[in-house]
């Protein structure tokens, strides 16, 4: 029985447990010092809380007392039932503080015997690892490890896995720690930073254990839709997401599979052996060349033979737009008339109504020639999504010509965006129209006057054009007038996240001006063919350029199809010479990186 003690007074309440063997536990209490010396845990504190009524205020205490001790149908539980903390919210909230698991809807906090070094040690083993490792916003302990556990960051959850994926074996798995909360509150949000990791090419299982565990293995892209945008998310709806998809203590999914403890878990880290992602190989570069010479509109067409690289479809770009959180930036060099932006405004903010569709009536009403775009851009078949993604979006659209410049700022008139000192702005958007071209270095060069809405002015080489190549392109007699010239990187001075480059033959030029910009991109594109800077240049060369900078670079082609340029996978048979566009992504941009990789050959 419990007995009051009448020492001096001291702030703790102690228990002495009988089990197997006696064990002291201590909580704040007041300024009393009970003790029990005989019979559970439970007993004792049945009777203190009958004794003392104060004990309320130390419930959760309790409650870590029965959890850190005793496994299955916890007295901790059992005591904060006692304590008053009947309410189904208090259980939970208590289950949130402590790391236990309500989350199937009943009062029973459940702790797992495994803990998380142990899972982690269990996956790497089923992998084929001897070796586990921590992780954390920059990086891995253990490069070569099997496993890598991420408990507790003080960055974005998507940091730290893209920066522990980026380090790690190709089979190796990462598991998160407090991925299962009972409450909004719990587990600091983690929830909501596991439901951004969805991605097409990894497989995501969550158990009951140790503050629910996250275990993350990268497998082969999947063609199915991608899932609702996270932000379509509240609590409510990601509980009950979380069990239809992982199921719970009490309840297995559709599948009938159940995570719910970490043997459960380990299971599944060796059923889903999937580890070897064909898009990481290499194509077979004679279906590239095959490909070539196929027309989407009949073969008598050349034009539409070529087109399958030079107007390529994209769709593996809103995937990629879609996988980003936060500011974007962006810049667009040889903007034109402006579809790169209508297209990227569609996909991160749709409550500004700009698509290329309304990009299109916008020029059609400002005379522009092709105005639906070279390569029929205004219609574009853009995915329709209902919410932004983002409430910052900075844009440079740099271009030469005039008469272009022009066409931009009205076709933002017509999209209520408000210009002030050269600046437009609308909702999260602000969009800087930059009328100047970019080389290797500073200076001035020759340049076309040409009509509004053409698309194929190119800064002249040795200062010098010719007006046949340009014939019937301008608005009246052959003209031809300086324009100013920097460096990517004297108009850059923060990170980009998109960089596009359309400039007739001179990309080479614009990134060699460029590299710092470059280097901190996130996905970089150009033009690639036989004109302008590319005459002296290969495809190949300045592939091994992005490949020494930590960049994956894909030839682009028809349907979306992209051809895999880099990590030993270059051949012949893409060092085409015409028109055609490649797309680099960083590495260790694990999101879009994903994106891409659902899309190539």
Not at 172 to 179: K, L, M, N
Not at 306 to 316: D, F, I, N, Q, T
Not at 579 to 586: D, E, F, K, P, Q
Request: charged share 25%.
């Amino acid at each position: 029985m419990p007995q009051k003690s009448t020492r001096a007074p001291m702030r703790t309440l102690v228990f002495i447990l009988l089990v197997s063997s006696s064990s002291a536990l201590t909580l704040p209490f007041a300024d009393a010092e009970l003790q029990c010396d005989r019979g559970s845990l439970l007993d004792c504190a049945r009777h203190a809380l009958a004794e003392e009524p104060r004990l309320n205020a130390s419930a959760q205490e309790l409650v870590v007392v029965g959890l850190e001790n005793l496994i299955a149908r916890s007295p901790g539980a059992q005591i904060a039932e006692l304590a008053g903390a009947s309410e189904e919210t208090r259980i939970r909230a208590a289950a949130d503080a402590v790391g236990g698991f309500v989350c199937d809807g009943g009062r029973t906090l459940r702790r797992a015997r495994a803990r998380s070094e142990e899972v982690a040690l269990a996956v790497a083993r089923a992998r084929g690892f001897a070796t586990w490792t921590r992780a954390d916003c920059h990086g891995v302990d253990d490069k070569n490890a099997g496993a890598a556990l991420i408990d507790g960051i003080t960055c974005e959850l998507r940091e730290a896995v893209d920066a522990a994926f980026s380090n790690l074996p190709l089979r190796a798995a990462i598991i998160i720690r407090g991925a299962l909360p009972c409450t909004e509150e719990g587990y600091g949000g983690v929830w909501k930073d596991v439901l951004k990791l969805r991605r097409p090419t990894l497989d995501v299982a969550v158990a009951a254990a140790d503050g629910g565990l996250a275990v993350l293995i990268r497998r082969a892209p999947r063609s199915s839709s991608p899932p609702p945008s996270p932000a379509a998310f509240d609590f409510d709806t990601f509980d009950q997401h979380r069990v239809e998809l992982y199921g719970g203590p009490s309840v297995g999914t559709a599948s009938g599979r159940r995570f719910v403890d970490a043997d459960s878990i380990v299971a599944w880290s060796v059923d889903v052996y999937r580890d070897v992602v064909p898009s990481f190989a290499c194509a077979d570069s004679s279906l590239f060349t095959a490909s070539l010479g196929i027309s989407l509109e009949g073969n008598e067409d050349a034009w539409d033979k070529a087109a399958l690289l030079g107007c390529p479809s994209r769709p593996w770009l809103s995937d990629a737009l879609r996988a980003h959180h936060g500011r974007f930036r962006a810049v667009y060099v040889g903007a034109n008339k402006g579809y790169g932006l209508a297209s990227l405004l569609s996909a991160l903010a749709p409550s500004l109504e700009v698509s290329p569709a309304t990009w299109g009536v916008a020029l059609r009403r400002l005379n522009a020639r092709l105005a639906c775009g070279w390569c029929r851009d205004c219609l574009e078949d853009e995915e329709a999504y209902d919410d932004d993604i983002t409430d910052t979006i900075v844009v440079d659209l740099v271009e030469p010509l005039g008469a272009n410049v022009g066409l931009l700022a009205g076709c933002l008139r017509d999209h209520s965006f408000v210009e002030k000192d050269e600046i437009w702005m609308k909702g999260p958007a602000t969009v800087r129209l930059l009328q100047m071209a970019l080389g290797r270095t500073r200076g001035s060069a020759t340049f076309p006057s040409l009509a509004a809405g053409e698309e194929v002015g190119e800064v002249c080489s040795e200062g010098t054009c010719d007006a046949r190549q340009f014939e019937g392109r301008f608005e009246k007699e052959p003209r031809f007038e300086e324009v100013r010239v920097e460096t990517l990187d004297g108009i850059v001075e923060d990170k980009v996240d998109y960089l596009s480059l359309d400039v007739e033959g001179q990309d080479p030029l614009v990134l060699d001006g460029g590299m710092e910009t470059v280097k901190n991109a996130r996905l970089v594109e150009f033009e690639y063919h036989f004109r302008g800077a590319w005459a002296e240049e290969t495809l190949k060369g300045r592939t091994e350029q992005f490949d020494s900078l930590n960049f994956d670079c894909y030839l682009q082609g028809a349907h979306g199809s992209l051809w895999r340029l880099t990590g030993g996978c270059f051949a012949e048979a893409y060092e085409v010479r015409r028109w055609a566009n490649v797309v680099c992504v960083r590495r260790d941009e694990i999101a879009w990186r994903d994106a891409l990789l659902k899309w190539a050959v």
